[in-house]
């Protein structure tokens, strides 16, 4: 019982350990190559749940666009697991909010990847808090913490809000580079 225990904590601090690596604010860049799905629609469901003592929340997310996975997800529901027990993560999702969102595997679903900077809310057409790259390095952010504006601020990047086909050119034109670059000569 004593080895179960140890193993647990172990296991315990390896995932807070990379969890808290892709918490900063990645750019877009980063957030398109590493996603294992990019995807535009609306939350129908949202439930409470334990799933493996990460997550609280499982969400039915239903696609409208698939801007990098199977295109056959159109009009599909996918599951994601969020409510990270992750400290400083806000992945956090409500019913009726329509969603760009950048996703990694999580076994047989999905989770938000970069946490709450993984998710960018649309309205009107507009896409809400979307990061643009400023000069420099990206610096420490405040206390910690970045799960706040001044957080992505303080890592080099200024919030606008952006019309949803500039997003949408923006990943698509960073999906193409990585597959040029994958190209064999």
Do not use: C
């Not at 957030?31 to 990019?38: E, G, Q, S, V, Y």
């Not at 698939?66 to 697991?81: F, P």
């Not at 000069?135 to 504006?149: I, K, L, V």
């Amino acid at each position: 019982m004593v080895l179960l225990r140890a193993a647990l904590l172990v296991l315990a601090t390896t995932i807070t350990s990379i969890a808290m690596q892709d918490l900063r604010a990645m750019p877009v860049e980063e957030l398109t190559l590493r996603a294992d799905a990019i995807v535009r629609g609306e939350v129908k469901k949202v439930r409470s749940v334990v799933y493996l003592g990460n997550y609280t929340q499982r969400v039915t997310f239903k696609v409208s666009e698939v801007l990098k996975g199977d295109s056959r997800w159109v009009g599909q529901e996918l599951i994601i697991w969020a409510g990270s027990r992750i400290a400083y993560a806000d992945d956090f999702y409500q019913e009726k909010t329509q969603l760009l969102l950048f996703l990694a595997r999580e076994q047989t679903f999905f989770h938000t990847l970069n946490f709450q900077h993984g998710r960018f809310t649309i309205a009107s057409e507009e896409v809400k808090n979307w990061r643009v790259s400023n000069e420099g390095p990206p610096t420490a952010p405040p206390n910690g913490s970045s799960d706040s504006t001044e957080a992505v601020l303080a890592q080099g990047f200024s919030i606008i809000s952006k019309p949803y086909q500039e997003v949408k050119k923006e990943i698509t034109g960073y999906i193409r580079a990585q597959q040029i670059r994958r190209k064999p000569n």
